[in-house]
């Protein structure tokens, strides 16, 4: 099992309509938890960073961690065709001596005019 | 938001030669970074994490001696793909990790090689 699980989509919604993008994840130790967005043939750009349970909101964005059933989710509302990309996943423990992220697959977007 | 940049962003060459690209931090000081590999619609491969002044440490299957990493300073990392094949064509990305355990990604180099 891989230590963190992402629906690759597609995933195809009108413009307008709220996005749920969701990952799982298997370490218990994982604490840190981000979301990162990738336009095609570029790098990721950090979107949300957050910090064990809890819910976090930034303008059209919600990143939401239930630490208790191990699921990472990202919500937008008022999606727009800009918002189409790659979203990723990425966790990591601050406790080991090894930083290292672990990164979803991604799920691709597409928020159609 | 921190940017790291990354030089050149897309390069062609022939097979055999060597490639060299720089990945910098261009507004903060990078403790550790890290360089990846992504073939088209995959996800990020960890190909080494590197600290300045120190050794980078390779991840399992990427042959140390093929891609060399030097990480000169707080702010400039570089990949240098020798002798490269065809297999060695993807879009390798760089990011760095600042003071507060953020990492931001660079723009990604895509190689082609011939």
């Known amino acids: 099992q891989k230590e963190v699980e992402q629906d690759p989509g597609p995933l195809s919604v009108p413009e307008g309509a709220i996005v749920s993008l969701n990952c799982t994840y298997s370490?218990?130790?994982?604490?840190?938890f981000m979301w990162y967005r990738q336009y095609s043939r570029k790098g990721p750009e950090l979107l949300m960073y957050?910090?064990?349970?809890g819910n976090k909101e930034d303008g059209r964005f919600t990143a939401q961690v239930d630490k208790s059933s191990k699921y990472i989710s990202l919500f937008i509302r008022d999606s727009q065709p800009s918002d189409s990309a790659t979203y990723l996943c990425?966790?990591?423990?601050?406790?080991?001596?090894?930083?290292?992220?672990?990164f979803g697959k991604g799920t691709l977007l597409t928020v159609n005019p | 938001g921190a940017v790291v940049s990354q030089h050149p962003s897309r390069v062609i060459c022939k097979s055999g030669t060597s490639v060299k690209i720089e990945c910098r931090s261009l507004?903060?000081?990078?403790?550790?970074m890290f360089w990846y590999r992504q073939f088209p619609k995959q996800s990020l491969m960890l190909m080494a994490t590197?600290?300045?002044?120190?050794?980078?440490?390779?991840e399992q299957g990427v042959e140390k001696d093929k891609f060399l990493i030097n990480h000169a300073s707080l702010t400039l990392s570089t990949l240098t793909v020798t002798s490269a094949h065809p297999e060695d064509s993807s879009f390798y990305i760089c990011?760095?990790?600042?003071?507060?355990?953020?990492?931001?990604f660079g723009p990604g180099t895509r190689l082609t090689v011939l």
């Open positions: 507004d903060f000081q990078a403790t550790t």
């Open positions: 370490n218990s130790a994982f604490q840190y």
């Open positions: 957050t910090y064990s349970s």
């Open positions: 990425a966790s990591w423990n601050s406790g080991g001596s090894n930083y290292k992220l672990t």
């Open positions: 590197s600290n300045e002044g120190s050794k980078a440490t390779y």
């Open positions: 990011s760095a990790r600042d003071r507060a355990d953020t990492q931001y």
